[in-house]
């Protein structure tokens, strides 16, 4: 991707931001609902609006057509925009569940906002073998690396003579 491909994107996007900034929540409603039909009417019909509504605020001047413009360059933008627009609501939302009627909903609530803030406790999870013993481990073994493991398993068998106080066989 080329610089100047770039900042025209960058540029695309700050300019949506500010028009998106002009509009009220039902004008981004209307946008959104407008990128999926051909006319103005159907898009505000959608949404439960008067299609006069929308004539009245592009006669007043609101940017309506212009973000019509820059979304279809990118709608990810717009849809980051509604949702910090609606955070606050959506917070408001689940603090309320604190009150809730139902020790089980509060419990949950209070649980979900803790752990956004500080994080989820720590859970310790211990992973051994057969009735609490090591876990055992198998190689399988192939060509080159055969005649390595053979040596290693010699090695090791000589390791346990010689620490159980028997000297190695002549053959190892």
């Known amino acids: 991707m080329s610089e100047k491909q770039t900042n025209q994107e960058k540029s695309s996007f700050d300019e949506l931001e500010q028009v998106l900034a002009e509009l009220t929540v039902d004008q981004i409603r209307f946008v959104v609902a407008r990128q999926e039909f051909s006319t103005d009417k159907e898009a505000a019909g959608e949404i439960g609006i008067k299609p006069d509504t929308v004539y009245q605020w592009k006669y007043k001047g609101c940017p309506i057509d212009e973000a019509l413009r820059l979304m279809a360059l990118d709608g990810v933008i717009v849809a980051k925009h509604l949702r910090r627009r609606n955070l606050a609501k959506a917070m408001a939302v689940k603090v309320a569940g604190l009150n809730s009627d139902e020790e089980r909903t509060r419990q949950s609530v209070a649980t979900e906002i803790i752990e956004w803030e500080i994080g989820k406790a720590s859970q310790k999870t211990e992973i051994s ?36 106080g028997n000297p190695p066989s002549n053959n190892e």
């Open 129 to 164: 073998g057969r009735d609490g013993g090591p876990i055992e481990t198998k190689t399988n073994v192939t060509g080159i690396d055969r005649g390595f493991a053979e040596a290693l398993a010699l090695l090791d068998e000589a390791r346990k003579r010689s620490d159980a």
